[in-house]
Antibody, heavy 119, light 110 residues
Framework: EVQLVQSGAEVKKPGESLKISCKAS????????IGWVRQMPGQGLEWMGI????????RSRPSLQGQVTISADKSISTAYLQWSSLRAPDTGVYFC????????????WGQGTLVTVSS | QSALTQPASVSGSPGQSISISCTGS????????VSWYQQHPGKAPKLMIY???NRPSGISYRFSGSKSGNTASLTISGLQAEDEADYYC???????????FGTGTKVTVL
């Protein structure tokens, strides 16, 4: 089992930048996919994108391209989700999850990071 | 990529069985890589079923999955109060980012 620990809650103003993190422990990180999932208030789960940590292969939701950046540093087993200019609709909880290469299920999840964007 | 279609809500009495459907297309559910997640309020999703019908270690036998064509189903038998939660299907898809969730189903135990 892999443990995923996410960074803490953030309160930001529209236009500000933000980078949240997801640190993995308990297994080798290089041959896994890390996914980022958004859950807006009272809404369902939505994939934002996935990254293969070892190969830096990134697959993002087309509608979000240019708005968020997904990255990872395999040397410290950490994945990131970054915004250069936040907007109020970015408010929500962001989960990271991990999937072994060659698999299609996501058995381990972070605790979630609440991002609040408000003026 | 639109979300897979699930009923908004399903309810049942303790001890009963309920089923939740998840309808997609040949580009997603048709690939047999369907998983199901349970989410209690304020918590992270929890994997309940993977690859259509497989249960991870530690998941109760009361949870089972199946698929027919482009519609997958999750069945909860012997419904218990602790099963009250939101349930989401998830499928591999050929469209980036290569996974898509269902719209989610709220299960209520009467």
């Amino acid at each position: 089992e892999v443990q995923l620990v996410q960074s803490g809650a953030e309160v930001k103003k529209p236009g500000e930048s933000l980078k949240i993190s997801c640190k993995a422990s308990g297994h080798k990180f290089a041959n896994y996919w890390i996914g980022w999932v958004r859950q807006m208030p009272g809404q369902g789960l939505e994939w934002m994108g996935i990254i293969h940590v070892g190969e830096s292969d990134i697959r993002s939701r087309p509608s979000l391209q240019g708005q968020v950046t997904i990255s990872a540093d395999k040397s410290i087993s950490t994945a990131y989700l970054q915004w250069s200019s936040l907007r109020a609709p970015d408010t929500g909880v962001y989960f990271c999850a991990i999937c072994a290469h060659g698999s299609s299920d996501w058995p381990d999840w972070g605790q979630g990071t609440l991002v609040t964007v408000s003026s | 990529q639109s979300a897979l279609t699930q009923p908004a809500s399903v309810s049942g009495s303790p001890g009963q069985s309920i089923s939740i459907s998840c309808t997609g297309s040949s580009s997603d559910v048709g690939h047999n890589f369907v998983s199901w997640y349970q989410q209690h309020p304020g918590k992270a999703p929890k994997l309940m079923i993977y690859d259509v019908s497989n249960r991870p270690s530690g998941i109760s036998y009361r949870f089972s999955g199946s698929k027919s064509g482009n519609t997958a189903s999750l069945t909860i038998s012997g419904l218990q109060a602790e099963d009250e939660a939101d349930y989401y299907c998830n499928s591999y898809t050929t469209i980036a980012p290569n996974y898509v969730f269902g719209t989610g189903t709220k299960v209520t135990v009467l």
